[in-house]
């Protein structure tokens, strides 16, 4: 619930779902990146007081070693990688006939949003069919200062969608990692903090041997968990694309 808690997010919510329904895009890129700003701000806030988004971290047994510090850097990092996985995974899904089906597929389907979204289409929930977008308004090319850096996204952010798809478990254990996984530009600390390594170590672990039950083949396994781990790197980049390497900006003074 805490998503409910970041400033106008009602607002915008409301905003972006009546738009879907009408099959409008009134929302500008500036305005939604403004918002997408905000949010990444009171999350971190929030974080580094020890709010909820830090105690709901720590209820992820697998890091309960990891020092503080380290857990703190890592995750400002990450939490815009894991982002983009989730982008991934419901882009994907866009096969799903509507909203709902989509969400519940690529594993967004959580209580706030049907809260929020029965709000604004009490009884009817098919009220917003499938939508086939990493993000309204916000990935419409040209958004990204060079053509090559948009095709570099799209090919890993199609790639990372088509390995999980609809496959929840694997999606979870995937973004499980990519939050477990600092940037090459942060501190020696972070990328070379044992426990952290060993968080990397079992949840990789963790993934090849569900993909090995899932598939029954080892070797499939193997060349799905290399696909996935070359795709961390590349996703890091797809990061910084996306904050900093785009033709648009936030707007100034926006309500969103």
Not at 181 to 195: F, H, I
Not at 229 to 246: M, S, Y
Request: charged residues 20%.
């Amino acid at each position: 619930k805490i998503t409910l808690e970041v400033p106008h997010y009602f607002e915008h919510f409301s905003s972006v779902m009546i738009s879907w329904s009408l099959g409008l895009c009134t929302v500008t890129p500036e305005r939604m990146l403004t918002f997408l700003n905000n949010k990444r701000n009171f999350f971190r806030k929030d974080f580094a007081n020890g709010g909820r988004v830090s105690m709901l971290l720590n209820c992820f047994y697998v890091f309960k070693n990891v020092p503080d510090e380290v857990k703190s850097e890592t995750f400002q990092f990450s939490f815009s990688v894991m982002a983009l996985c989730l982008r991934a995974f419901f882009k994907v899904n866009s096969d799903k006939e509507y909203l709902i089906e989509q969400n519940k597929a690529a594993g967004l389907l959580h209580p706030t949003f049907l809260q929020t979204f029965d709000q604004i289409f009490p009884n009817n929930r098919n009220a917003i069919r499938s939508i086939d977008e990493y993000g309204l308004a916000i990935f419409k090319s040209p958004w990204a200062k060079h053509q090559s850096d948009e095709e570099l996204f799209y090919q890993t952010m199609q790639t990372v969608g088509e390995i999980v798809k609809d496959d929840v478990n694997l999606g979870t254990l995937y973004i499980t990692l990519v939050l477990a996984t600092p940037g090459e530009g942060l501190s020696q600390e972070a990328k070379t903090n044992p426990s952290l390594l060993q968080v990397q170590q079992e949840i990789t672990l963790l993934i090849y041997r569900y993909l090995k039950t899932k598939h029954n083949d080892a070797d499939m396994a193997s060349h799905k968990l290399n696909l996935l781990l070359k795709l961390i790197g590349d996703l890091h980049t797809c990061r910084d694309i996306h904050l900093f390497g785009r033709a648009h900006q936030a707007s100034e003074g926006s309500c969103f």
